[in-house]
């Protein structure tokens, strides 16, 4: 078993229905061993993303939170996200925030990032979709 955190770049590509998108859709809904993350960080990202490409943010929202767990954060997290995006940072200066609190997330549960991101190639957490 699994434990997938999905990024918004995977989610948008099985929104897309894209070839990359049906890998998701094999891991959220295929393959039951796993089990399926969405940071709350992603899923702001996800909607605006759709509402800013004239889709429909509300399809996308009940997608994302009817195939997954969604993940919340505390002070700690907080905190720990910062030491993370300061270190991630300087490996590679294009990494968010966002990036930082979805790859916590993925570390604390002993889980790994489903992403297409290029931000996160070398990252031993991460699965590439590409």
């Given at each position: 078993m699994t434990d997938l955190v999905i990024d918004s770049w995977a989610w948008i590509?099985?929104?897309?229905?894209?070839?990359?998108g049906a890998r998701v859709r094999d891991a959220i809904m295929d393959d039951k061993r796993n089990k399926c993350y969405t940071h709350a960080i992603s899923v702001a990202e996800i909607?605006?993303?759709e509402k800013r490409r004239n889709k429909d943010p509300e399809t996308a929202w009940r997608?994302?939170?009817s195939l997954s767990k969604i993940l919340h954060i505390d002070e700690s997290d907080s905190k720990a996200v910062g030491y993370l995006h300061a270190y991630m940072?300087?490996?590679?200066k294009?990494?968010?925030?966002?990036d930082s609190f979805?790859?916590?997330a993925a570390r604390k549960i002993g889980g790994r990032v489903l992403t297409s991101d290029p931000d996160f190639r070398g990252v031993k957490?991460?699965?590439?979709?590409?």
């Open positions: 590509e099985y929104l897309d229905g894209s070839a990359l909607v605006s993303k997608a994302v939170t940072k300087s490996k590679n294009n990494f968010g925030l966002a979805v790859l916590h957490d991460a699965i590439m979709l590409r």
